[in-house]
T-cell receptor, first 118, second 113 residues
């Protein structure tokens, strides 16, 4: 398998501020990273797919100006929640893949980031 | 549009029981199906991945089956233990969806000692 980390693991912020979450692939180069959101007792919903060096592809209903995604290198993708509001409070999980390296193009998931907006 | 459903939503069993978790999907054109475990407040741990050409995969006390034509998969857990308590998620990857996974709602399993 492969290791994906996220930082921070938990963040509390005031309404109106911006928060940046990092997703790193530690022992492989990830050409594609995915960002998911999970509300309590609910499943993971894909927010966007990011490929290194290109703009992210957002799922329908996800505001690209609110959730800024940058995938500037093969080991790092960032999700910035701009002007956060209480309804943005959620568990954010990233995953990473490298199609040519791993059989079946498997995705490897990070440990998640708990965002609480006051 | 692919939809994934898991039944039951929650399950409580005594330690030692064998149990089956169900996952169904509406579009049979999948590339693979994956079962994950999620502990409270944590990320996902991959348990088993079944390619569309495969019928089942086994790992220890876990066995996952796939019937693509009927749009169903089951996760069988033998001799359940309290440490198996977690939420189990299944996810499918479509043939032409660029690698993205569609998740079910999960089954919350509680194994009582």
């Amino acid at each position: 398998g492969a290791v994906v980390s996220q930082h921070p693991s938990r963040v509390i912020c005031k309404s109106g501020t911006s928060v940046k979450i990092e997703c790193r692939s530690l022992d492989f180069q990830a050409t594609t990273m995915f960002w998911y959101r999970q509300f309590p007792k609910q499943s993971l919903m894909l927010m966007a797919t990011s490929n290194e060096g290109s703009k992210a592809t957002y799922e329908q209903g996800v505001e690209k100006d609110k959730f800024l995604i940058n995938h500037a290198s093969l080991t790092l993708s960032t999700l910035t929640v701009t002007s956060a509001h209480p309804e943005d409070s959620s568990f954010y999980i990233c995953s990473a893949s490298f199609p040519d390296k791993f059989l079946y193009n498997e995705q490897f998931f990070g440990p998640g980031t708990r965002l609480t907006v006051l | 549009k692919q939809e994934v459903t898991q039944i039951p939503a929650a399950l409580s069993v005594p330690e030692g029981e064998n149990l089956v978790l169900n996952c169904s999907f509406t579009d049979s054109a999948i590339y693979n199906l994956q079962w994950f475990r999620q502990d409270p407040g944590k990320g996902l741990t991959s348990l088993l991945l079944i390619q569309s050409s495969q019928r089942e995969q086994t790992s220890g006390r876990l066995n996952a089956s796939l019937d693509k034509s009927s749009g169903r998969s089951t996760l069988y857990i033998a001799a359940s233990q309290p440490g198996d308590s977690a939420t189990y998620l299944c996810a499918v990857r479509g043939d032409n969806q660029g690698g993205k996974l569609i998740f079910g709602q999960g089954t919350e399993l509680s194994v009582k000692p």
